[in-house]
């Protein structure tokens, strides 16, 4: 009897909440009739849809589409009127219109009594939403603008999501759309700045297609790679990007500092040969074949392009390191050998006295490089018995 009583009572609760669920429904088309109070229509479709059993409802989500579509109506025509209006916010409408119809659109299609599916909305809501999507790119700038890139990141990926979404089916955005890579863009900066390497990767494809932000796209690719230590890939992307655009300021000088690290000079030289083929001037370049040069003993050679760095500009402090250090490598080299003559003596004494001007110069342009020219002019002032000199570098050294 009880259990009888109880399925009576749960008999009579149904009809008691759909009774509800009208009023509500009631209220807030009265809120879109008035003409006013579209936000708080949306509120009451929001808090019937926080009920799970009320989220295949299409009545009640047609009701919240038209509230936000009325507000993102007035919002539009404030601003038209120029009238105060929060930006924000239209773009914001924009972006659940969106997510509400493809919402609606999963709904419409799924089948009837009879096992059938008659989409009621489909082509009519594609064709809406069609109008309105450069809002939702524009919402992704407005955002990188505000530096909230998170918020930046959903206008972008609802932007290229509508190539795949069914509702869109026939619009073809993939290949007819110019604007995708752009998004995509977008969409993998946001992931960069987010720190987010899958969604950097997750468009990396695309957006290498915006061919105005190619340069960009593989350097954040690469710098991606960097931070997850994958090295393999971070190279083969400075590859890539310098293969693409090798007066790109970013490739050039982790390439040949990469080289350089790990001792392969015939890697490096073939990037400067390269960067250099396109820029004969260009002292980057050069000075970066300098630095190769003194590496693999070709000091006359490396103090050649020295001292042309030199005579075009004076203050150009790295070029007096390595012409100081070429003089100061070969003194050293010759310092090593067992049996010293006359001539050696004098010869590498001559090697400090013109390696010192250029790396006191050095010192000058460079003071905080400490580690670099402290231990090079110790032993060029030991070597030459420079007295005042060595002690003044001494103390600098046992600080």
């Known amino acids: ?48 849809l926080a009920d799970s059993a009320n989220r295949g409802n299409m009545k009640i989500r047609l009701i919240q589409f038209e509230a936000v579509k009325k507000q993102y109506e007035q919002g539009n025509e404030k601003l038209y009127l120029k009238q105060k209006y929060d930006t924000a916010a239209l773009f ?15 709904l419409d299609m799924l089948p009837d009594k009879k096992g059938e599916v008659k989409p009621k909305y489909r082509a009519k809501h594609a064709e809406f939403l069609n109008i309105y ?29 509508c190539a795949t979404q069914p509702l869109f089916e026939g619009y073809d955005y993939q290949n007819s759309d110019s604007i995708m890579p752009k998004a995509a863009y ?12 899958e969604l950097v990767f997750a468009h990396e494809e695309l957006a290498l297609q915006d061919t105005v932000h190619i340069d960009f796209v593989y350097q954040y690719v690469a710098e991606t790679y960097l931070s997850q230590k994958d090295t393999a890939n971070y190279v083969a992307t400075l590859l890539k990007g310098f293969e693409h655009s ?55 050679e490396c103090i050649a392009i020295c001292k042309e760095l030199i005579a075009e500009n004076d203050s150009l402090a790295d070029a007096y390191y390595n012409l100081g250090l ?19 003596h004098r010869k590498i004494r001559e090697l400090y006295e013109k390696s010192r001007p250029y790396m006191e110069r050095y010192r000058t342009l460079a003071p905080q490089r400490q580690r670099k ?25 046992m600080r």
């Not at 390269?274 to 590496?295: C, E, G, P």
């Not at 020219?373 to 050294?397: A, C, H, Q, S």
């Open 246 to 300: 090798p007066e790109f300021p970013y490739f050039f000088p982790r390439l040949t500092d990469y080289y350089n690290r790990r001792g392969e000079m015939d890697e490096a030289m073939k990037i400067i040969d390269k960067a250099l083929s396109i820029d004969s001037l260009n002292s980057i370049y050069r000075f970066a074949k300098s630095t190769v040069l003194l590496n693999t003993g070709k000091f006359n």
């Open 133 to 161: 999507r450069p809002n939702l790119y524009n919402g992704g700038g407005y955002y990188i603008q505000k530096q909230d890139f998170s918020r930046a990141y959903q206008f972008y990926k609802t932007y290229l999501d």
């Open 373 to 397: 020219w402290r231990p090079v002019l110790y032993t060029i002032y030991l070597n030459l018995n420079m007295g005042e000199e060595f002690d003044e570098i001494n103390k600098l050294r």
């Open 186 to 197: 977008g969409a993998l900066y946001c992931g960069y700045k987010l720190k987010k390497p």
């Open 326 to 344: 070429a003089y100061f490598t070969q003194a050293i080299e010759l310092d090593k050998k067992s049996q010293h003559s006359r001539a050696v």
């Open 1 to 48: 009897m009880r259990r009888i009583i109880l399925f009576l009572c749960l008999g009579l609760l149904f009809p008691a909440c759909l009774s509800a669920q009208k009023k509500v429904m009631a209220q807030a088309r009265t809120y879109l009739k008035s003409g006013k109070d579209f936000d708080k229509a949306e509120k009451l479709m929001n808090d019937l």
């Open 92 to 106: 914001t409408h924009t972006y659940k219109m969106f997510h509400m119809l493809e919402a609606i659109d999963s």
